[in-house]
């Protein structure tokens, strides 16, 4: 099992709709978890960041945390054009004595106006 | 203050040569990060200081690579004899202590070997 995976896209969706974006992840002892947006060309800026269980909001972002099991989404409501970019999720995984934050290959969202 | 910063932009260079590539962390910053990112690939981690010294330098993929890092803030990569298949984004990265905080991400260089 890949340590993080996301569901593969792309993903299209029209201009208002939510967007869903899922991750599942390999280590149990993982704490802090992140959600990235990048654009094409840029480099990946934070969205948002979630370390306990359960849901934290953040205008219309929404980031979902199941430790059980090992699952972590994002919520995109009333999603528009300029959110198309790929979503990478981020996991800190422990590695040699460290934790290491180990990314996703990225789901492509695209939103039709 | 200032985000991450990254130099060059973009290089270009013949295979062989050798590359040296720079990134300024976030003021106060004492964790940095190098990744690789190739054209339609994930983040590829390379290596992670923590102040000057390097507990995990695993994801360097062969002995042309090797970093350091000063005074507990700029950082060089340096790429040795370059390969084309080095050819890839570089992106640094910094947080505030350690691997558990949220990492910021610089612009990028973008490596090409022709």
């Known amino acids: 099992q890949k340590e993080v995976e996301q569901n593969s896209g792309p993903l299209s969706v029209p201009e208002g709709a939510i967007a869903s974006l899922n991750c599942t992840y390999s280590d149990r002892g993982s704490q802090s978890f992140f959600w990235y947006r990048q654009y094409s060309g840029k480099s990946p800026e934070l969205i948002m960041s979630?370390?306990?269980?359960g849901d934290k909001e953040d205008g219309r972002f929404t980031a979902q945390l199941n430790k059980a099991s090992q699952y972590v989404s994002l919520l995109i409501r009333d999603s528009q054009p300029s959110d198309s970019a790929t979503y990478l999720c981020a996991v800190n995984i422990w590695h040699r004595s460290n934790y290491k934050l180990t990314f996703g290959k990225g789901t492509l969202l695209t939103v039709n106006p | 203050g200032a985000g991450v910063s990254q130099s060059p932009s973009n290089k270009v260079t013949e295979k062989g040569k050798d590359v040296e590539l720079r990134c300024d962390p976030i003021s106060g910053h004492t964790a940095l990060y190098w990744y690789r990112q190739s054209l339609g690939q994930g983040l590829e981690f390379l290596i992670y200081f923590q102040g000057n010294s390097a507990p995990d330098k695993s994801g360097l993929p062969s002995d042309r690579f090797s970093a350091e890092r000063t005074g507990g803030s700029v950082s060089t990569l340096t790429i040795q004899r370059t390969q084309q298949e080095d050819s890839a984004v570089y992106l640094c990265a910094s947080s505030s202590q350690g691997p558990t905080d949220t990492q910021y991400f610089g612009p990028g260089t973008r490596l090409t070997v022709l």
């Open positions: 979630i370390y306990s269980n």
